[in-house]
C-alpha cells in the first residue's frame, strides 16, 4: 500500500470519528508535529503560546471572539503571519476548554 492509500484512508477514518476522539488522537501526536506553537512554564504562566513570542492563544482567540477580525489582529501584532492564526486557530478548536479556562480567569483578574 502507497503512502497516498496510507493517508486517504486515514482521513476516511478520522473523518468518522467523534470530535473528542479527534482531540485525543490529535493531542497524542502534537509533539511529532511542528504546531507553530510552544508551551514553557516560564513564559506566559505556561500557556500556549505562538513559537518564539509571549503572545497565547487564548489573547487571539478571545480578541477574534470580541470581532477584530485576523487583519485587525495582524496590523496590531505585527510579528505575527497569517499561519501563525492558522496554528492558533487549530491549537484553540482542539484544546478548547483549556483556552476558555485561561480566558475566564483572565477575565476574573480584570474584575
Known amino acids: 500500500m502507497s503512502s497516498v492509500d496510507v493517508v486517504k484512508q486515514a482521513e ?27 508551551k514553557d512554564s516560564a513564559v506566559m504562566g505556561g500557556a500556549a503560546c505562538i513559537r518564539q513570542t509571549r503572545i497565547p492563544v487564548w489573547l487571539l482567540y478571545r480578541a477574534h471572539q470580541l470581532g477584530l477580525s485576523e487583519s485587525d489582529i495582524l496590523m496590531s ?21 483549556e483556552i476558555e479556562l485561561h480566558i475566564r480567569e483572565e477575565e476574573a483578574v480584570q474584575k
Open 12 to 38: 476516511l477514518v478520522i473523518a468518522g470519528m467523534s470530535k473528542d476522539d479527534r482531540k485525543r488522537l490529535f493531542s497524542k501526536f502534537v509533539s511529532d508535529v511542528d504546531t507553530g506553537i510552544e
Open 77 to 97: 501584532y505585527p510579528g505575527l503571519t497569517a499561519a501563525d492564526l492558522v496554528n492558533a486557530w487549530n491549537y484553540a478548536e482542539a484544546n478548547i476548554e
